[in-house]
C-alpha cells in the first residue's frame, strides 16, 4: 500500500514538477519555503485520494457523523503529522535525502496554523487526530482566523504581541470550498405572520446584515486506516462583491459595511484562556460558524435523508465549552422556521442533537451576554432562548414549588444576562467535565442544582492526548526504541504501551532510556542557545513549566521558588545543589497585566541568576519564546520535571501533564485535574505530590479565604522572597512588581489577598523540590521513574477519551474504508 502510494522515483519527480509550475524554478534553485511547498503539495495529492475514497466509504455505509463544534483547534503543523499518519515518513525521509533536501528543516518552514489559544483547542485538534484513527465520521468545525492569536515575541523581558501572520505564504493543507458557502444573518427585526393554512404564526426575519460564510477543508489523516476526514474552517465575506454596481445605485454606504463586517469576523482569534471577554465581536464569531457549520449539517443530511424528525439519528454536535452554544437555538431556528416543525418537535429533535462539555469552574470564564447586546444581534434565536428559558423556568416551579431562589440560580436569562452554560446543560443531551475530579466538583458545587434535577445528563471523560504527535512525531528516538521492544501497537492502543514495565529494572534498558532523554535535552538546549543566547547544561535537571500564563497555573510559585534557591546557593555556597535548568514557555493574554508582569519578572529573574558567576551556574532560567505546539513537541521530549503547580480544584484537567509523563518526565503536581489520575496511574511514589487538597481550597473559599499575611510575618524565607520584589534586585525599578507584591498580601491595593494560596503552598512546594532533587541524584531509582511514567501513561491517550464519547455520548459506526483501484493503481 505505502510503497504504492510512494514510489520514491514518483515522489521526487513530483516534487521537482512541484518547483518547476509553482516557481518556474530548477530543484537546486528553490528556496526552503518553496521546497516546503512544492513536497506540501505532492503529500496533499496522496492525501486526497484517500479523501475520496473516504468519502465514498461514508456515503456508501451512511454512518452518524459528529460534528465537533469549537471556537479553536490548534493544530500544529500538518507536513510530518501527515507523512507519518500515511505511513511514508521513512520513505519520504529517504527520497528527500536523496534530492539533497533534510526534512527536519523542510518541517521547520511550516507556520503553526494559529486557531487556537492553549489546552481546549488542542484537545479539539487530538480529537480530530483519534476520531480519524478510530474510523468515526467526523467534521470540526470552527473558523479561518486570518491572524489567530497574536505571535510572541520578547523584547527587554517584555511580551510583545506581533500579527501572526500565519496565512501569508498560503497553507498548502486547506481547499476552499465556494461551493458550500452559506448566508449568516445579523441584526434586524423580526415580524410575526399568521399562516392560514397551517394555523400558526410565522417568523420572519428582516432588515438584517448578511454575510457569506465560506468554507475551507482542511484533512485529518487517519494513521495507516486510509481515513482522512475534515475539519471545515469558515471564512467570511460580504454578500456582493463591492463594486460600482452597488456604488451607483447609492448603498456604497453598505456595501462598505458588508465588506467591513465580514473582514472583522474572521480577523482575529480572542486570545483569551479560561476569561470571558464579553466582545460585541466574539459573539459575532460564535454565531457565524455555528450558523454556517449547522446549515452544512442539515443540508448534508437532507441530501440522503427524508424524515428530519430522525436527524438525531444520523447528526450529533458537540460544543466544545460554551462557546457553540447558539447551536441549540440555530438549530431550533431551522428546523422551525425552514423546516416547518412546531416547536414540540423542534425541541425533541433538538435536544437529542446537542451535547455540552464544560471545561471550566474558574467564575470569570463562564459565558454570560447582556440581553441588550444579544437581542440586537440575534433578535430571532433570543426570542427562541427567551422561549426556552420560559418553558425551563416552569419546570423548576414544578420541581421546586415556591423555591424562588432555585429559579434564580438556574435561570438561562436572569439579572439582564443571558447564561451560556445553563442554556447548554438545559437542551443538551449530555454534561461531560473532563477529569473525574472536576466532573466531581461540577455536580456537587457549580452545577449542583442541574445535576441534582436532571443526573442522568452528567457524565465524565477525561481528556488524552494524541500519542501519534506527541511521541511518534515529537520523539522519533523514543518511538523507535519503545517499537523495538514492544512492537508497534502502542501506536494505535496505547495501553500496550503497560508492556515497558517489565524494563523497570533492566539497567541496559533503563540506560538507553536515559540515553535518549540526554539526545532530546541536547536538541533542547541547541534550541536555547539558537533562540535565547543562554547556555544550559543537558546534564542538569530540565524543569519544565509550559502552559499558558495564568494566576491560577501559578508560574508565580515556580519562580518565587527559583528566587528563594537562588537565595539559599548564595548564603550557603557548599550546600549541596543539583544543577537545574528551570523552563518557562507561556502566552499572556494581551489585556491581562499582571500576567504579563509575571512574564517579565521572569526573564527579570533569569539575567540576574544566568549572569550570577558566584553561583556557578547551578540555576539557570530560561524562558521560551512564543510557545506553541511546534516547540512543545519538542520540549516534552526533553523534560525530567513535569511542572503541574495549578491551585487545586482551578484546572479542569489538563493535557500537557499527559505529554510530560508520556515521554518519561514524573509530575512534580498538585492533585488537581488529571493530575489525579496520573498519581493513580504510576503511583505516589512516581510523582511528587505537594499542597491543598481541592477541598480544603474550596473550603478556604467558602468562608472568606485565608491569610497570607500571618506566613509573611511568621516565615523570614518567604518574607525576603516578596520583598526582593520591592528593593531592586531583579529591577532598578523598584514599583516594577510592586502589583505582584500586593497582590500576595492583604494590602489597601488587594481584596482578596493571594486569592491562588501561593504563600499556602509555598513550604509544601519547596519540600517536594527537594525530594526531587534527591530523587534525581539517584540516577537508577530516576531512570526508573521516568520509564514507568511513560509505561503507565495507557490511559491517557484520546483514543480512549475518544472511544468513550463514542459509546456513552455519540453512538458512532466505525467505518472501514479501503483504497480504490484508480488510487492503488498510481
Ligand atoms: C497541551 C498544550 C497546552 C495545554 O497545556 P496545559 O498544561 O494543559 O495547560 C497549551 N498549549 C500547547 C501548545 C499545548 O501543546
Redesign the pocket.
Known amino acids: 500500500m505505502i510503497d504504492k502510494q510512494f514510489d520514491k522515483e514518483t515522489f521526487k519527480k513530483s516534487v521537482k514538477d512541484n518547483v518547476k509550475f509553482l516557481y518556474r524554478r530548477k530543484l537546486e534553485e528553490a528556496t526552503q519555503e518553496q521546497l516546503f511547498q512544492a513536497v506540501s503539495y505532492t503529500v496533499k495529492d496522496v492525501i486526497i485520494d484517500n479523501w475520496l475514497d473516504t468519502q465514498n466509504a461514508y456515503e456508501a455505509q451512511d454512518p452518524k457523523i459528529v460534528y465537533y463544534m469549537s471556537m479553536e483547534f490548534?493544530m500544529g503543523r500538518a507536513l510530518g503529522n501527515n507523512l507519518l499518519n500515511l505511513g511514508a515518513y521513512g520513505e519520504v525521509k529517504e527520497a528527500l535525502e536523496e534530492l539533497g533536501i533534510d526534512i527536519n528543516a523542510l518541517e521547520d518552514q511550516e507556520p503553526d496554523p494559529a486557531l487556537g489559544n492553549?489546552?481546549l483547542g488542542?484537545l479539539a485538534a487530538c480529537f480530530l487526530d483519534s476520531l480519524a484513527t478510530l474510523g468515526y465520521s467526523a467534521y470540526g468545525c470552527g473558523i479561518r482566523y486570518r491572524y489567530g492569536m497574536f505571535k510572541q515575541e520578547i523584547r527587554d523581558g517584555y511580551q510583545v504581541e506581533v500579527p501572526d501572520a500565519w496565512l501569508e505564504e498560503g497553507y498548502p493543507f486547506e481547499l476552499r470550498r465556494p461551493e458550500y458557502a452559506k448566508e449568516v444573518h445579523f441584526g434586524g427585526y423580526v415580524r410575526v405572520e399568521y399562516d392560514q393554512a397551517t394555523g400558526q404564526n410565522k417568523f420572519i426575519h428582516e432588515g438584517y446584515q448578511a454575510v457569506k460564510a465560506i468554507p475551507y477543508d482542511m484533512p485529518i489523516v487517519g494513521y495507516e486506516n486510509n481515513v482522512v476526514n475534515t475539519l471545515r474552517i469558515w471564512d467570511a465575506a460580504a454578500i456582493e462583491e463591492f463594486g460600482f454596481d452597488s456604488f451607483d445605485k447609492g448603498d456604497y454606504k453598505k456595501a462598505v459595511e458588508q465588506e467591513n463586517l465580514a473582514k472583522d469576523i474572521v480577523n482575529v482569534l480572542y486570545p483569551n484562556d479560561n476569561k470571558m471577554s464579553g466582545k460585541e465581536l466574539r459573539l459575532k464569531q460564535q454565531y457565524f460558524f455555528v450558523s454556517a457549520s449547522i446549515q452544512a449539517a442539515i443540508e448534508k443530511y437532507k441530501k440522503t435523508h427524508d424524515d428530519i424528525k430522525k436527524l438525531h439519528e444520523k447528526v450529533v454536535f458537540q460544543m466544545n465549552d460554551t462557546h457553540p452554544t447558539m447551536a441549540v437555538a440555530e438549530l431550533m431556528r431551522i428546523l422551525m422556521d425552514q423546516e416547518g416543525l412546531g416547536w414540540d418537535d423542534a425541541w425533541a429533535v433538538t435536544t437529542k442533537c446537542v451535547a455540552y462539555t464544560n471545561h471550566t469552574i474558574m467564575a470569570e470564564a463562564l459565558e454570560k451576554w447582556p440581553i441588550e447586546l444579544f437581542s440586537r444581534l440575534l433578535p430571532r434565536v433570543y426570542q427562541i432562548i427567551e422561549e426556552i428559558n420560559r418553558r425551563f423556568i416552569i419546570e423548576v416551579q414544578n420541581r421546586y414549588p415556591g423555591n424562588y431562589e432555585k429559579i434564580k440560580k438556574m435561570a438561562i436569562i436572569y439579572d439582564g444576562q443571558v447564561k451560556m452554560a445553563h442554556l447548554a446543560i438545559v437542551a443538551g443531551f449530555s454534561v461531560n467535565g473532563v477529569a473525574r475530579l472536576h466532573t466531581e466538583i461540577l455536580k456537587n458545587q457549580e452545577l449542583k442544582d442541574f445535576y441534582e434535577m436532571m443526573p442522568e445528563k452528567f457524565n465524565n471523560k477525561t481528556n488524552g492526548i494524541t500519542q501519534r504527535r506527541f511521541l511518534l512525531h515529537g520523539n522519533q528516538n523514543l518511538a523507535a526504541w519503545i517499537t523495538d521492544h514492544i512492537g508497534p501497537d502502542w501506536i494505535t492502543d496505547l495501553s500496550q504501551i503497560s508492556k515497558l514495565k517489565v524494563y523497570a529494572d533492566d539497567e541496559k534498558a533503563l540506560q538507553e532510556f536515559m540515553n535518549i532523554k540526554f539526545q532530546n535535552k541536547q536538541r533542547l538546549a541547541k534550541y536555547i542557545l539558537e533562540h535565547n543566547g543562554v547556555e544550559v547544561d543537558p546534564h542538569s535537571i530540565f524543569d519544565v513549566q509550559v502552559?499558558?500564563l495564568h494566576e491560577y497555573?501559578r508560574q508565580l510559585l515556580n519562580i518565587l521558588h527559583v528566587i528563594y534557591l537562588y537565595n539559599q546557593i548564595k548564603l550557603h555556597p557548599e550546600m549541596e545543589f543539583y544543577p537545574r535548568t528551570f523552563i518557562f514557555g507561556a502566552k499572556a493574554s494581551a489585556a491581562y497585566e499582571r500576567a504579563k508582569k509575571i512574564i517579565k519578572l521572569i526573564n527579570c529573574v533569569a539575567d540576574v541568576v544566568n549572569n550570577d558567576s558566584s553561583i556557578n551556574g547551578k540555576i539557570k532560567v530560561v524562558f521560551i519564546e512564543n510557545?506553541?505546539?511546534s516547540n512543545?513537541e519538542m520540549i516534552f521530549a526533553a523534560a525530567d520535571v513535569s511542572e503541574q503547580i495549578s491551585t487545586a480544584s482551578k484546572e479542569a484537567s489538563?493535557?500537557?501533564?499527559m505529554?510530560f509523563m508520556l515521554n518519561g518526565a514524573p509530575t512534580l503536581g498538585t492533585m488537581d485535574g488529571a493530575n489525579v489520575e496520573i498519581v493513580e496511574e504510576v503511583g505516589q511514589e512516581n510523582a511528587f505530590i505537594f499542597g491543598m487538597s481541592a477541598d480544603q481550597i474550596i473550603n478556604y473559599e467558602n468562608h472568606g479565604g485565608y491569610d497570607p499575611d500571618f506566613i509573611y510575618n511568621t516565615d523570614a524565607e518567604i518574607r525576603q522572597v516578596l520583598m526582593q520584589l520591592i528593593n531592586g534586585t531583579f529591577s532598578s525599578d523598584t514599583e516594577l512588581f510592586r502589583d505582584i507584591y500586593d497582590s500576595l498580601l492583604n494590602t489597601k491595593n488587594c481584596s482578596r489577598a493571594d486569592q491562588y494560596f501561593i504563600l499556602g503552598d509555598f513550604r509544601s512546594y519547596a519540600e517536594a523540590q527537594k525530594r526531587v532533587e534527591a530523587a534525581y541524584k539517584d540516577e537508577k531509582k530516576w531512570a526508573k521513574m521516568a520509564l514507568l511514567n511513560t509505561a503507565c501513561s495507557g490511559k491517557f491517550s484520546s483514543d480512549r477519551t475518544i472511544q468513550e464519547y463514542v459509546d456513552d455520548i455519540w453512538h458512532l459506526d466505525k467505518v472501514t474504508v479501503t483504497k480504490s483501484s484508480e488510487a492503488a493503481e498510481k
Open positions: 490548534l492553549g489546552g488542542r502552559k499558558r497555573k510557545y506553541r505546539v512543545a489538563g493535557t500537557g501533564n505529554k
